[in-house]
């Protein structure tokens, strides 16, 4: 698996949503992916390995999805056919209480 790099177009208004403040985000992104995120005005260059750059592009579109919508689609099945990806039952009244107030908690815990 070679480095490669692609470029995904992202729209003009949601390119600060995903560099996040002081560009918090783009890290998280890539320490989640692997692949580097280089972010422009209205696109996102992806350099890394295939499976950096597919896992880059799926934590993009959820994010967006949800930024742009409030929740997001996903196809839960085939997220659990990945061999990079663990899931798990998290029952509704417990939501809240892993993602912390404003995410705080959850972002604790990607950071491990």
């Not at 996040?20 to 995120?37: K, P, W």
């Not at 295939?50 to 929740?71: H, N, W, Y």
């Not at 995410?103 to 990607?110: F, H, V």
Request: aromatic share 4%; charged share 30%; proline share 4%.
């Amino acid at each position: 698996m070679g480095d490669d790099s692609e470029v995904i177009p992202v729209p003009e208004q949601d390119v600060a949503y995903l560099v996040g403040r002081g560009g918090a985000t783009r890290v998280r992104l890539q320490r989640f992916s692997g692949a580097e995120l280089n972010v422009g005005k209205d696109t996102v260059e992806l350099r890394g390995g295939t499976v950096s750059r597919e896992l880059a592009k799926l934590a993009i579109s959820i994010m967006l999805q949800q930024r742009q919508e409030g929740t997001a689609e996903l196809d839960f099945e085939g997220l659990e056919r990945r061999d990079d990806v663990s899931t798990f039952p998290v029952p509704c009244e417990t939501v809240g209480f892993l993602l912390g107030t404003k995410g705080a908690t959850l972002r604790l815990m990607e950071g491990r």
